[in-house]
């Protein structure tokens, strides 16, 4: 039965980004209606962020007793693994997440509601199976992103699988050839490593993670190929070929050499693009970018050129990065603005990046190539983690690298190593709040932590050095 039902928000996608903005608006007292076709919690956390980070820590523990072995005399010997309770205890996971998401947009009384929606309107859309839904103060975009694909390389699941799908192919494959160097490609060859795979990753550009500092990347590839993956940069696919017993592809090397690579899956993972697909944008008087971004014409109320009508997430061209946690920050300014309460601009320069491979990197502010790229008179200090007793403890290397103005604040800190991701959060402070090197070197770190080495390399900056000459 439709209906037509007035409001004062309507969100179209129930993702990080929407679902942020509904709960913030309904906790300001506005009416608020999300429209979501597939499952609230969108991509994030049915087929990416949540599930895969679940794999990955799987994917330490199996390396864990590797390490138990190898280096502390620990005689534990993996005898399996069990793919369909790996997988229970996985899906487990996704679905606690998405009842207590349901449930938070229940107990703020969100009315959310199953199926497309479409503008019709500035302030109105239908969504299938309900009928026309009219808002009072304004629209929330959010319908997010889906992964990139490449012509002749049509996923289907089982040979060929992009990064939404990858986790959900059946069995655990004895190889696979990832194309893409990016967060999302070294991830999954990182966990298909750890499983015991033979891996090879093909990345276009000349370096791994290419959006981050150089040495991060250094770092980073000397860390996956000493696991044992065959990391090509500066390679291109030329061709390839789906088989019976999985995938015939031909790249050429950076040095011009034509490599044959065969492989039981294939994955690709080449970035993603925003969702506008039966959107109705024109009938709003909107239209997206060349790169199908719907671009805001404020961007410190993320306004489009309609007004009242916003957009979070995935559909935001850079400097919003397409990251969860930054989807988070523009749902609640956009709920705010839309409430008429004073909300500061997401400061994109201050958002975290992080890649959950092992090794992690992890990431806030400028790299230094960015850094001098606008001319800034910086100053750099590197430190090795395993100049601090517990990097020795872990064995795995990795180093932290700080990026500040001469005499002036911190711009960027660059992290590899083990658990880098659960460090950044001090560095996300630094640079957010414009902290100066001394100011850090004031504040004692643990001993001994790996944290202490973000510690160091402050004191060294500030003229305090310690235990690095």
């Known amino acids: 039965m439709t209906q037509t039902r007035e409001t004062d928000v309507i969100v179209i996608g129930g993702g990080t980004g929407g679902y942020s903005t509904a709960l913030r608006a309904a906790a300001l007292g506005l009416d608020v209606v999300l429209a979501e076709r597939d499952k609230v919690g969108g991509t994030c956390l049915h087929r990416g962020c949540i599930p ?14 590797a390490e138990a072995r190898e280096r502390w005399g620990v005689k534990a010997v993996l005898e399996s693994v069990d793919w369909p309770a790996l997988v229970a205890t996985r899906d487990d996971i996704v679905s606690r997440n998405h009842k207590g998401v349901a449930g938070h947009l229940a107990h703020a009384g969100v009315e959310v509601l199953h199926g497309s929606a479409r503008l019709t309107g500035r302030r109105t859309a239908v969504v299938e199976g309900y009928g026309q839904v009219t808002a009072r103060r304004g629209v929330v975009l959010a319908t ?51 499983m015991g795979a033979d891996v090879t990753l093909v990345e276009a550009a000349e370096r791994l993670v290419p959006l981050e500092d150089a040495d991060v990347s250094r770092h980073l590839t000397r860390g996956l190929k000493k696991r044992g993956i065959d990391v090509r940069t500066g390679a291109r696919l030329l061709e390839s070929e789906v088989r019976e017993g999985g995938v015939r592809a031909t ?37 997206t970018d060349a790169r199908g971004f719907v671009a805001p ?3 410190t109320r993320l ?34 603005t839309l409430a008429g309460v004073p909300s500061p601009p997401v400061d994109y320069a201050a958002v975290p990046r992080v890649t959950y491979s092992s090794p992690q990197t992890a990431a806030v502010g400028l790299t230094e190539a960015e850094a001098r790229a606008r001319g800034i008179d910086v100053t750099v200090n590197t430190m090795p983690l395993t100049a601090v007793a517990k990097g020795m403890v872990h064995g795995q290397g990795g180093v932290v690298k700080v990026v500040s ?3 002036g604040r911190v711009l960027g800190v660059h992290l590899v190593g083990p658990n880098v991701s659960e460090m950044i959060a001090e560095s996300q402070l630094i640079v957010g709040w414009d902290a100066e090197p001394s100011d850090v070197a004031r504040h004692i770190h643990a001993h001994p932590t790996l944290s202490e080495a973000v510690g160091e390399t402050f004191l060294t900056l500030a003229g305090r050095g310690l235990h690095q000459q």
């Open 52 to 65: 895969s980070k679940a794999m990955l820590h799987a994917a330490e523990l199996v390396d864990g007793i």
């Open 144 to 194: 997010g992103s889906r992964p990139r694909t490449l012509p002749g390389l049509e996923p289907d699941g089982r040979r060929v699988v992009t990064s939404d799908d990858a986790l959900f192919a059946p069995g655990l494959p004895r190889s696979v050839l990832v194309l893409g160097g990016g967060a999302i490609g070294v991830e999954y060859a990182s966990f298909h490593r750890s």
């Open 251 to 287: 790249v050429r090397t950076a040095r011009g050499e034509v490599r044959v690579v065969e492989a039981e899956r294939l994955l690709v993972a080449v970035g993603r693009v925003p969702v506008t697909d039966g959107l109705g944008l024109e009938a709003a008087g909107l239209a």
């Open 297 to 299: 014409a404020n961007p």
């Open 303 to 336: 306004e489009t050129a309609v007004p009242g009508i916003h957009v979070v997430g995935d559909l935001l061209p850079p400097p919003s990065p397409g990251l969860a946690h930054a989807s988070f920050a523009e749902g609640l300014l956009v709920a705010e």
């Open 405 to 407: 103005e001469r005499e």
